[in-house]
């Protein structure tokens, strides 16, 4: 039981293209998230949904889409690469509920040259 | 808004010292989670510790401990006899119901163990 898979785990485009990062989860919960993580700024809230067909914009939307048609699934678009859009992708997770931690993926390395 | 704030890039500890890692955090809402977050050279992100705004007591878990102090909005981590394993980045988060539950992260401490 993976419990959340990220893929691919690492990924090198160029600019403009088109690149979905993929999050798969096998815990049913009800939230999942989408980070990035950049030297200095810690981990940035990108988009974050509280139930299928349910999403919102976190700090730093611009330039991603999210969709989430499964429970089970949270894949995060970028329509156009950019340079800027460089970093470690993090999917993670949260049960229902006022408590509760973060699960985290283990990551997804993107480079755009 | 800045609502998380790790004022200590690095830290350097000798092995099986203490060390306290400082997180301070602003919110106006009575409801929210503190939490502490690992994440070693190898990336992943690994959940330490939390603690919840009405709880009267500090968080422990295993050598961590959450040094919860309210009035100050502080909730700096404290590991106990500091093994080698323990370098890694270190990372204060802030939970806000009213916000749908979204975290706030701060950037960051980076603590080296040194043999």
């Known amino acids: 039981d993976a419990g959340i898979t990220q893929s691919p785990r690492y990924k090198i485009t160029e600019t403009g293209r088109q690149v979905t990062l993929m999050c798969h989860q096998t815990?049913?919960?009800?939230?999942m998230f989408w980070y990035r993580q950049d030297l200095g700024h810690g981990l940035r809230l990108i988009y974050y949904s509280a139930a299928a067909d349910i999403t919102d914009k976190g700090e730093v939307p611009d330039g991603y889409v999210v969709s989430r048609s499964k429970t089970e699934n949270f894949p995060l678009t970028l329509e156009s690469a950019t340079r800027s859009q460089t970093s470690v992708y993090f999917c993670a997770t949260k049960l229902a509920g006022d408590t509760g931690e973060l699960f985290f993926g283990e990551g997804s390395r993107l480079t755009v040259l | 808004a800045q609502k998380i704030t790790q004022t200590q890039p690095g830290m350097f500890v000798q092995e099986k010292e203490a060390v306290t890692l400082d997180c301070t955090y602003d919110t106006s809402d009575p409801s929210y989670g503190l939490f502490w977050y690992k994440q070693p050279s190898s990336g992943e992100m690994i959940f330490l510790i939390y603690?919840?705004?009405?709880?009267?007591q500090n968080a422990t878990e295993g050598r961590y401990s959450l040094n919860f102090q309210k009035a100050r909005k502080s909730a700096n981590l404290v590991i106990s006899a500091s093994q080698l394993g323990d370098s890694a980045m270190y990372f204060c988060?802030?939970?806000?119901?009213?916000?749908?539950?979204?975290?706030?992260f701060g950037t960051g401490t980076s603590l080296t163990v040194i043999p």
């Open positions: 603690q919840g705004s009405y709880d009267q």
């Open positions: 815990w049913s919960h009800s939230y």
């Open positions: 988060a802030m939970s806000l119901v009213n916000t749908g539950n979204q975290f706030y």
